[in-house]
């Protein structure tokens, strides 16, 4: 049996979830997938799955029984990888934070809606070394997004990414940059019994992927079975890749 990833959400296969299924497709990484509209069945966790990716599903689409399941699954090696938007974490309809998810995931999620939108630069700095994102140029060319689900990091758990906002003027003939002194985590991992698991706060489609969907010195034309073309940067498939692979216990 081919081992694969599961990947639940982002709307559709021709809507968001094009970029994500077209990136794992040029990279060689199987996967299964499930619309953001259909429930969960735990028939969808075979032992080929070595990973999920929760991205806008929200968790109304599971029964208490099935995160259970979910979970059980995660402590004996299985990989999760949850993306951010406004149905997941807590979001606006992701409820992540009333479920046993919350305690698998390396993240703390906010009892209320956690979005936030950036209307001035959001820029991901990088926190520290780590395999997923050491062959990327983070500090020489810092990629920006249009925003995120705010989240604390357990204890335990590593940061490797965060978002880090400015306000941002424009006085006599020159913009004026302020750095916001709180930066909120954007890549965090951890462990959760066997298995890896993973929290990316923002999008990694339209909108709130903002200008990391282009980052990168090249453009990749992909198209995943089934979606839409989608024109990424490589740096952005390269991160999302790791991300993935990492989760997987690939990388």
């Known amino acids: 049996m081919k081992e694969s990833i599961l990947y639940l959400g982002d709307t559709m296969l021709t809507g968001a979830a094009s970029y994500l299924a077209g990136v794992m497709h040029a990279c060689g990484i199987a996967f299964d997938y499930l619309p953001s509209g259909e429930k969960f069945s735990s028939s969808l966790l075979t032992p080929a799955a070595k990973a999920v990716i929760i991205s806008d599903y929200p968790a109304k689409n599971f029964s208490c029984d099935q995160l259970d399941f979910l979970a059980q699954k995660v402590t004996e090696g299985m990989g999760l990888l949850m993306i951010g938007g406004w149905e997941s974490f807590t979001g606006v309809g992701g409820g992540y934070n009333k479920t046993v998810i919350s305690k698998v995931l390396p993240v703390v999620m906010q009892d209320s809606d956690d979005r936030v939108n950036c209307s001035q630069p959001c820029l991901i700095e990088k926190a520290k070394d780590h395999k997923i994102i050491d062959s990327l140029p983070f500090e020489r060319s810092p990629p920006c ?9 357990k204890s335990g758990a590593e940061i490797i990414l965060l978002a880090r906002r400015f306000n941002v003027s ?8 302020r750095r916001l002194k709180e930066a909120h985590p ?15 706060a923002t999008d990694v489609a339209p909108h709130w992927v903002g200008g990391l969907v282009d980052w990168g010195d090249r453009r990749i ?29 690939k990388l």
């Not at 424009?170 to 940059?177: D, L, M, Y």
């Not at 954007?186 to 929290?199: E, R, S």
């Open 145 to 153: 997004i249009g925003g995120f689900n705010t989240l604390t990091a």
């Open 170 to 177: 424009f006085r006599s003939g020159s913009f004026r940059f």
């Open 186 to 200: 954007l890549l965090v991992i951890g462990t959760y019994g066997k298995g890896k698991v993973c929290a990316f």
């Open 221 to 249: 034309e992909t198209r995943a079975p089934g979606a839409n073309p989608v024109e990424v940067g490589n740096w952005y498939a390269e991160l999302l890749a790791n991300m993935v692979n990492w989760t997987a216990g």
